[in-house]
């Protein structure tokens, strides 16, 4: 792989057309997979991990195409096949725990795996849930490659979430999808509900209410069978935030992304961004299919530095490393707080992050404390620095963003990771200003 690099630029212009949203398109193909009747899917993101899971679906069965007109169908089935061979979920955490959550509930055995990436990532926060609801888990060490043999079991299951994850609770409400008998999950701390969303419109009975002391208790009743729907997928905020973030820290710049979804439980980069300075506006503001999304009007803006307390994380759990960025362009000191989770993503972001930045001259510092503090340089990041992108696109594009301002080209040693996410990035940015291209 050739390296990349990323010149200071003069602004971003124009209207960016931004992929749909990772979470959401995961869901649309799982969801469709095992409902009744064709699910048609409207802007689904085309990306690796996605295109991965559709894969791992067809290989157990599942009929799923993209037609002439762009949108893509999926015909449920409610008995899967075992597939001949591994299922093999490349880059993807969503799509690998999404998987189990939905085959532990079906009599089959499947073998899934990933790439390097992720098979050091932690899968016992799935298997350990899963196994209490019947089904069998086999792997050496807790972690991909995992063999799995599914439960038709039918016990009521409750599970309290012992970490911010919306993988897991996803994974445990998709194990309960089969059974005639409910399945609870207690979220104490609330984040991304897309599956919560989406199950209503494909006509799941499932509640969510409030205890006394704010928990969530997300109740699925068992025994009906998923009907098919259409669903539209909102532009993903997670890829927005890079073109964002560029914008507002090179001069003269002025951008438009239009559809952008702002879930509540996913815009918290737009919430410290704003905090932080931001010239953000949010446009037309409207509901598609059950979630809000609007027009985002980002312009250069100067930014100061923040204090993000470790309750904001979920929601915004994915933008540190593109925050980050923005905070190294900012004037006086940025601390994020309560960042364990970063550890087990893509790459051990929360050292990613601090490791990039001082290569590329910024002060920043992790303190063992799971949080990472970084002394702004008001809009003089040095830059220079060569960035290991360690498989993660988010590190990869975070540095092509910083690149995009700094004083000296950032050079990422490979950026191919950006297409498990947002395979159109460099050539979207380069469209509106920016100057990355390779060695
Ligand atoms: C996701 C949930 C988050 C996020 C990931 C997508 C999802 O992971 O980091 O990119 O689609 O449910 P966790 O649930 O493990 O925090």
């Not at 999404?98 to 055995?109: D, N």
């Not at 599970?159 to 194990?175: E, F, G, I, M, R």
């Not at 890079?242 to 952008?260: G, H, N, Q």
């Amino acid at each position: 792989m050739k390296k990349t690099i990323s010149e200071r630029i003069k602004g971003l212009h124009g209207t960016l057309s931004i992929p749909g949203d990772k979470s959401v398109s995961h869901r649309a193909l799982l969801f469709g997979a095992i409902a009744q009747g064709a699910t048609e899917i409207k802007g689904l993101l085309e990306s690796e991990d996605v295109l991965n899971t559709a894969k791992a679906l067809q290989k157990l069965g599942v009929k799923i195409e993209k037609q002439t007109n762009g949108l893509w169908t999926v015909t449920g089935t409610d008995t899967f096949k075992e597939p001949a061979s591994i299922l093999d979920m490349g880059n993807s955490g969503t799509g690998v725990r999404l998987l189990m959550g939905l085959l532990s509930a079906y009599p089959i055995r499947a073998e899934l795996t990933g790439d390097a990436s992720l098979c050091s990532r932690p899968m016992k926060r799935i298997t350990e849930p899963l196994s209490k609801t019947g089904a069998v888990f086999k792997s050496t060490d807790g972690k991909l490659p995992i063999m799995i043999i599914g439960s038709e079991k039918n016990e009521p299951f409750e599970y309290t979430l012992p970490v911010a994850s919306a993988q897991v609770k996803s994974a445990v409400l998709l194990s309960g999808l089969r059974k005639k008998t409910p399945t609870v999950v207690y979220e104490p701390v609330a984040c991304r509900d897309h599956t919560e969303r989406m199950l209503k419109a494909f006509g799941a009975d499932i509640s969510v209410e409030k205890d006394s002391q704010g928990v969530n208790i997300i109740t699925l009743k068992g025994g009906k069978r998923l009907s098919a729907c259409s669903v539209v997928v909102p532009a993903d905020i997670s890829s927005a935030a890079f073109p964002i973030v560029a914008a507002l820290i090179t001069p003269d710049s002025e951008i438009v992304l239009p559809d952008i979804g702002i879930n509540p439980l996913r815009t918290g980069i737009l919430d410290v961004l704003l905090e932080m300075g931001a010239d953000i506006t949010f446009e037309n503001k409207r509901e598609i299919a059950e979630e809000p999304v609007a027009d985002l009007h980002v312009r250069s803006s100067s930014l100061k530095g923040v204090d993000v307390p470790a309750e904001k994380a979920p929601s915004m759990i994915d933008e540190y490393p593109i925050l980050a960025v923005a905070a190294a362009f900012a004037e006086g000191e940025t601390r994020l707080n309560g960042l364990a989770e970063l550890k087990v993503k893509e790459s051990n972001r929360l050292q990613a992050i601090v490791e990039g930045l001082t290569r590329n001259g910024v002060n920043a510092s992790a303190p063992p404390d799971d949080s990472i503090r970084i002394t702004g340089t008001g809009n003089n990041v040095h830059g220079g620095g060569l960035i290991e992108a360690k498989l993660d696109h988010r590190i990869a594009m975070s540095f092509m963003v910083m690149g995009t301002a700094s004083k000296k080209p950032v050079t990422i040693d490979d950026v191919s990771s950006v297409a498990t996410s947002f395979p159109e990035f460099i050539s979207l940015m380069n469209k509106a200003g920016a100057d990355i291209r390779f060695e």
